[in-house]
């Protein structure tokens, strides 16, 4: 295929992220297709694409044969757009062929219709002249057609007619009639469909592909989408191959000598931590307490909570010394909240890029993955996304922390999805019983990046937050929950020794 052109010769479509994958906008002077069912957001698409033309001085033409002007122009303000420097025509049919008694008894009344709007159309082209077109929608040319053979022969009379005046035209179909027609694929320079899902629960999704893109390498795939106050914002399918840059790999800190030393000296630089354990063990401290680090580092973090509201995580925090929220404040700590049930994987994506590319964050929190799964009803492409995501962190050099919850609490625990082969380092977390109490232990199970320490460790969660304890040496059986004591000395905290 041919590489990507200069901007020059290509029509930015004025949809963020949508230029990405169409490698720099739509190739000027030729005819495309956006299909998609109603509802998709092709007129929003395409009043994006004719303001964008009229932004860098383009005369922009909307040929409507489906919604009237007063319809688009009030569709367009719910955006805050005005549509300056874009002309709406509205095409009608005359009328003569509203009125029964003046059509014509001999003639098919489409025979009259087709060709009466097909001169309509190029008569609001010759009159305004413009650089950018588009045409909404096909379906109602290709019922006037009535039959695949006229339909094809008239899209290739727009096709011909708009290549010699020099236009970039951009064909709607709502996909209403003949859904698998393809007649405009094989005429059309480009195809782009849009589709909208439905899952069993939580918000509709939205998502793109290029079908065809002639002479140019595109980024194919479905890539999410969303349509805002504002727009569309496209969400362009994470590659972690195309992002890497040069770090130096040196072991950061939690600020807790003790769970240094279990770690090896730490969590490396551009590496992924996995904690584990059941509901209640202190998952999501272990992991802000490696954000909160990086803060008093003078760095900058980022927190994605799918579990928590954030008025009570705030409290919380404040209770255990850590007053995230005034961090927040300060411009040290972003924290978003994420709604699994109204958020695609790939927008979640696009919010970690931005974090990352855009603020320099360097340390990443997300807690926890099984909100993320929720966000993912096909549970095999979880894996695919999460590989893609780390990978590309890693590759920036950002810290990445994940939280998972266990089901059970002692005893055989099961995880609701298995990412410990994906992470750098897992960290496992158990509740074990020992002298009448409940208490709290920690482990390394797994470090790519260098030695750790292959000790079980307990600690408890005070008002100043994590205390580790010495090794538990005198126990055994306290990953399974419940220890049995074959030492002389007990090494739980608060224990003398022996």
Request: a negative charge; hydrophobic letters at 40%; one cysteine or more.
């Amino acid at each position: 295929m041919a590489t990507e052109g200069s901007g020059k010769d290509q029509a930015a479509t004025g949809v963020l992220g949508l230029d990405d994958i169409l490698a720099g906008g739509l190739e000027r002077d030729r005819v495309y297709l956006l299909e998609g069912s109603p509802g998709t957001g092709k007129t929003t698409t395409a009043l994006s694409f004719l303001m964008e033309g009229a932004a860098q001085g383009e005369r922009g033409l909307y040929i409507t044969l489906s919604e009237t002007e007063h319809e688009l122009r009030a569709s367009s303000r719910s955006h805050g757009w005005e549509l300056e420097g874009v002309e709406i025509f509205e095409l009608v049919p005359p009328e003569s062929l509203l009125d029964e008694q003046q059509q014509q008894s001999l003639l098919y009344s489409s025979d009259l219709e087709l060709g009466e709007t097909t001169r309509m159309i190029f008569g609001a082209f010759e009159r305004l002249k413009p650089h950018r077109v588009v045409i909404d929608s096909l379906s109602e040319i290709r019922l006037l057609a009535q039959s695949s053979l006229r339909y094809r022969r008239q899209v290739l009379a727009l096709k011909h007619y708009f290549a010699k005046h020099g236009a970039t035209v951009l064909l709607l179909d709502d996909l209403t009639t003949e859904a698998l027609d393809k007649t405009v694929h094989s005429v059309a320079h480009g195809v782009i469909r849009l589709e909208e899902l439905a899952p069993e629960y939580g918000a509709e999704r939205r998502r793109v592909r290029i079908v065809k893109y002639r002479g140019r390498k595109f980024r194919g795939g479905y890539h999410d989408f969303s349509i805002q106050t504002g727009g569309i914002e496209v969400h362009p399918r994470l590659v972690a191959s195309e992002h890497r840059t040069r770090f130096d790999r040196t072991a950061l800190p939690s600020g807790i000598a003790e769970l240094d030393s279990v770690l090896g000296g730490g969590i490396e630089r551009g590496s992924s931590a996995l904690i584990l354990g059941p509901a209640g063990t202190g998952k999501s401290l272990f992991a802000m307490q490696f954000a909160v680090s990086a803060v008093q580092r003078g760095e900058k973090a980022a927190l994605f909570i799918f579990d928590e509201e954030l008025g009570l995580l705030y409290d919380r925090m404040r209770g255990l010394g850590m007053d995230i929220e005034a961090m927040a404040e300060a411009g040290q700590l972003a924290i978003i909240q994420v709604d699994a049930a109204e958020m695609s994987p790939g927008e979640f994506s696009s919010k970690v890029r931005r974090c990352v590319d855009d603020q320099g964050i360097r340390t990443v929190v997300m807690d926890s993955l099984n909100g993320y799964q929720a966000s993912m009803p096909e549970e095999q492409f979880l894996i695919l996304h999460m590989h893609e995501l780390l990978q590309y962190l890693n590759r920036r050099g950002a810290t990445t922390f994940l939280t998972v919850a266990q089901h059970g609490l002692v005893g055989d625990m099961k995880a609701p999805v298995d990412v410990t082969y994906l992470a750098d380092t897992v960290v496992l977390l158990r509740y074990f019983e020992a002298l009448g109490e409940v208490r709290r232990a920690v482990s390394v199970i797994k470090k790519r990046a260098g030695p750790h320490e292959k000790t079980i460790r307990e600690f408890t969660i005070t008002g100043e937050g994590l205390q580790l304890g010495q090794p538990l040496n005198g126990f055994q059986g306290v990953l399974r929950g419940v220890p049995n004591f074959v030492g002389q000395g007990s090494g739980l905290l608060g224990e003398p020794s022996a």
